[in-house]
């Protein structure tokens, strides 16, 4: 079926260290996975995203790898600061108009310890 | 107004009553989207529309219903609220197609008794 979900529900990392969130997806027809981050008691904020076609995404500290022989994605957050404690979610969608689905993953929340 | 706003903030409503969570934005994204969040089960999308006059449904339809009477508003009514319904609503917005940043509010907490 078609799905977007996450290998761990929680993430400790020492500050200045590097992190490494993981998702796993099913539905192949997607045309971009999505990383978003969500802060306590706020809504979810747009990080970075990859196109299908592509294997590697980089932004500032972050790093998105899509495998689409595993179907694996992944967020790479370089030298962790405490503002990077959130929980991060993994999302699809099409890219086609008519077709604006958008389908988020349960969730990884990630600790930053000073 | 500047990007999109939900009302209410938090409710509590009581068993089988009706009720409307609001949500507006001034950005005219085409797509608009409601999702609900609960502990350990994520974001699930209820409804979505693709633009104005178009809806669909998402993983958790059920119990919800939505219009897109105009570009800028998309409400979500709960016929008839069940417990089950509690939880914490989010509205958000895209431009749509290849754009995939989607906008979100600040979210509406329902608690229904």
């Known amino acids: 079926g078609e799905s977007v979900g996450l290998h761990l529900p929680t993430l400790s990392v020492q500050e200045g260290d590097n992190s490494i969130i993981n998702c796993a997806y099913s539905?192949?027809?997607?045309?971009?996975f999505i990383w978003y981050k969500q802060e306590s008691g706020k809504g979810p904020q747009f990080i970075i995203d990859i196109r299908s076609n592509m294997d590697k995404r980089q932004g500032q500290r972050v790093t998105v790898l899509l495998n689409k022989t595993v179907k694996h994605l992944s967020l790479q957050i370089a030298a962790t600061q405490p503002g990077d404690s959130a929980v991060y979610f993994c999302a699809e969608k099409k890219s086609n108009f008519g077709n604006e689905k958008l389908t988020f993953g349960t969730g990884t929340r990630l600790t930053i310890i000073p | 107004i500047a990007g999109i706003t939900q009302a209410p903030t938090s409710q509590i409503l009581a068993a089988g009553r009706r009720m409307t969570l609001r949500c507006t934005q001034d950005m005219r994204h085409n797509a608009m989207y409601w999702y609900r969040q609960d502990l350990g089960l994520g974001l699930r999308l209820i409804h979505y529309?693709?633009?104005?006059?178009?809806?669909g449904k998402g993983e958790v339809p059920d119990g919800y219903s939505v219009s897109r009477a105009n570009t800028d508003d998309f409400p979500l009514t709960l016929a008839s609220a069940v417990p089950s319904q509690t939880s914490v609503y989010f509205c958000?917005?895209?431009?749509?197609?290849?754009?995939?940043?989607?906008?979100f509010g600040q979210g509406t907490r329902l608690t229904v008794v």
């Open positions: 539905n192949s027809a997607s045309d971009y």
């Open positions: 958000a917005s895209s431009p749509g197609t290849a754009n995939t940043e989607a906008f």
């Open positions: 529309s693709n633009t104005a006059g178009t809806t």
